[in-house]
């Protein structure tokens, strides 16, 4: 039923690496989210994209729009950036449809 | 206040038990979300009002889920009688018009025992 994925499910990685997270999406969207959820705490957006690339801090999002394709960067990761990473796409309407997250830790 | 609000933050109820959630918008905001997200999972759309009108109710899982938004801008999420595998977190989050952001209450966690 999930029309959003990611990978990968899970993600493990010493402070200060560089990280990359994928979302692939099976038909054209008109927005996609990326959000950033804590262990018992809501969900932050922390991007939203159409086209192109966005920066923000050490995070970087990008979308291909041909290619159904978004990545998420974070450079010079912190054991704070660990999360749960989701994707969200808009197809047509207003539904927003989620990927399953990814779970990033980051290990001092 | 300045987010999405949503209460209780916790609720626990007995099998068969009906529970209401609460949704406080940012005040403004046109479109409000309704999603279940189970543990492990991403959430799972249930509903959509576009100010006071539902305009989509496809997610809800059973006729035992029921919401409104009457006046446009709190919002209630019902479950009657509930069941066990209605245990998740329930978010709501809120747009304003056109292509702006989503923003998310904090969800309430449901379990039912």
């Known amino acids: 039923k999930n029309e959003v994925e990611q990978s990968p499910q899970n993600l493990t990685a010493q402070e200060g690496e560089f990280i990359t997270i994928n979302c692939s999406y099976s038909?054209?969207?008109?927005?996609l989210h990326w959000l950033q959820q804590h262990p018992g705490g809501g969900i932050v957006s922390l991007f939203m994209?159409?086209?192109g690339k966005k920066k923000h801090g050490r995070l970087i999002a990008t979308i291909n729009i041909q290619e159904k394709h978004s990545s998420l960067h974070i450079t010079a990761s912190h054991p704070r950036d660990s999360a749960v990473y989701i994707c969200?796409?808009?197809?047509?309407?207003?539904?927003?449809?989620f990927g399953t997250g990814t779970s990033l830790t980051v290990i001092p | 206040g300045a987010g999405v609000s949503q209460s209780p933050r916790y609720k626990v109820a007995k099998r068969g038990q009906d529970v209401a959630l609460r949704c406080d918008p940012i005040?403004?905001?046109?479109?409000l979300f309704w999603y279940q997200q189970a543990l492990g999972q991403g959430p799972e759309f249930l509903t959509y009002?576009?100010?006071?009108?539902?305009?989509?109710k496809s997610g809800l899982p059973s006729d035992r889920f029921f919401a409104e938004r009457p006046e446009g801008s709190v919002s209630t999420l019902k479950i009657q009688r509930t069941q066990q595998e209605d245990s998740a977190v329930y978010l709501c989050?809120?747009?304003?018009?056109?292509?702006?952001?989503?923003?998310f209450g904090n969800g309430t966690r449901l379990t039912v025992t």
């Open positions: 038909v054209g969207i008109s927005a």
């Open positions: 994209l159409s086209s």
């Open positions: 005040s403004g905001h046109v479109s």
């Open positions: 969200a796409v808009r197809f047509t309407g207003n539904q927003f449809y």
């Open positions: 009002f576009q100010n006071e009108a539902q305009l989509d």
């Open positions: 989050a809120s747009r304003a018009e056109g292509g702006s952001p989503l923003h």
